[in-house]
């Protein structure tokens, strides 16, 4: 059996892009895996978050988790900052992690042009905490979308790293759960590259259909193919990105025939099956979402569990670890 984990920063609610990206097969995986589907709420200070937001975030990614269908029974649910052992490994790890490696990451140099007033040191190392997270448990996969290939890659040369350096064959190189594809990448609609919390473009598991459609509406279009067999402009290949992910082949083919063959006036039509399918997934998570989110008995005993379980198997990766550095007791 492999073991897979997942994780997700807090920082406001689960998007499509969360769905697709961390939670690809996720009730499949569930079943046939030992997985670990996990909130990143250390990650997110590296954002000095509002401590009220904070924790209503992790409600939020917690009830939305479980509304999609995770099962507190056979995924191990929890939250990262009831797992100390993570912060331990964390700095156990940060002595194997160079200056110029985690300068040159690009999520770093990404948010460091964003705010130049807040570089902080947990910025920095964020790629070690990501590798933490993963390396706690020796996982085999991680499901995560493109933008985090970077620091899966980086997971993958610390573990190499710490192996080679002590000698042993502890830690695994986790690979990305659907490896040898290309990860995903779904897109804002609005036209940008990629649906992201901070830039306002994202459908939410939580959209009312109504909201949906709206937002689907509003995508950016224009007049339709200029000619037959044209290249389609990103802002429209953005939407077909989409459509693959919510809809059959049969559709996906028939509207990319539209467009090869030239024809306008149908961006209307492909709008409409492209919000009813993306409330075909969101709407049984609506269904559930309500009652488990302001179930706090419930909450606290997945979250209480799941630490436990987790713990369990950070406290043996961190022994372990321990020893082969050469920390021992009188
Ligand atoms: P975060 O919270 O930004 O996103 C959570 C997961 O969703 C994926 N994702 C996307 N995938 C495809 N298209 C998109 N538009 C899109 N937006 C987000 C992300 O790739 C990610 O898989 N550093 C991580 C959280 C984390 C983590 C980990 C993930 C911390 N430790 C260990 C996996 C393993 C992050 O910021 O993801």
Redesign the pocket.
């Known amino acids: 059996m492999k073991t897979v ?5 807090p ?1 406001g609610n689960l998007h499509l ?2 769905y ?3 939670m690809i097969n996720f009730l499949k995986m569930q079943e046939e895996n030992k997985c670990y589907f996990f909130i ?1 709420d250390w ?1 997110s200070l590296t954002t000095h978050p509002n401590p009220q937001l904070l924790h209503a975030n992790v409600r939020n990614i917690l009830s939305e988790y479980l509304a999609c269908g995770l099962d507190p029974e056979k995924a191990t649910i929890y939250v990262q900052s009831d797992v100390p052992e993570i912060a331990e490994l964390y700095l156990l790890l940060n002595m194997h992690a160079y200056l110029g490696e985690l300068e040159k990451t690009v999520s770093f140099k990404e948010k460091a042009r964003q705010n130049p007033e807040n570089v902080n040191a947990g910025l920095l190392t964020y790629p070690v ?2 590798a933490t ?2 390396l706690i448990h020796n996982a085999d996969y ?7 290939e970077q ?1 899966l890659e980086m997971t993958r040369n610390y573990a190499k790293r710490f192996n080679s350096k002590y000698g042993v064959e502890y830690f695994k190189e986790p690979a990305a759960y659907n490896y040898g594809k290309e990860l ?3 897109p804002g609609l609005d036209g940008s590259g ?3 919390k901070s830039d306002g473009n994202c459908i939410y598991l939580i959209d009312e259909p109504k909201t949906i459609e709206k937002k689907v509406k509003k995508a950016l279009t224009d007049n339709g193919p200029e000619a037959p067999n044209t290249p389609k402009p990103d802002y429209i290949e953005n939407l077909f990105t989409i459509l693959k992910v919510v809809s059959t082949p049969e559709v996906v083919a028939y509207y990319d025939n539209l467009w090869n063959t030239g024809e306008t006036k149908w961006y209307g039509n492909l709008k409409k099956q492209l919000a009813e399918d993306i409330i075909k997934v969101t709407a049984p998570v609506q269904e559930r979402i309500g009652h488990i989110k302001n179930d706090d008995a419930y909450l606290r005993k997945v979250t209480k569990e799941g630490a436990e379980k987790a713990r369990e198997s950070a406290r043996k990766t961190l022994k372990e670890v321990r020893e082969i550095m050469g920390f021992k007791s009188f």
């Open positions: 984990l997942s994780g997700i920063r920082t892009g969360n697709y990206g961390a990143a990650h905490l990501m997270d993963i991680v499901p995560v979308g493109k933008d985090q620091h995903i990448k779904i990629k649906m992201g």
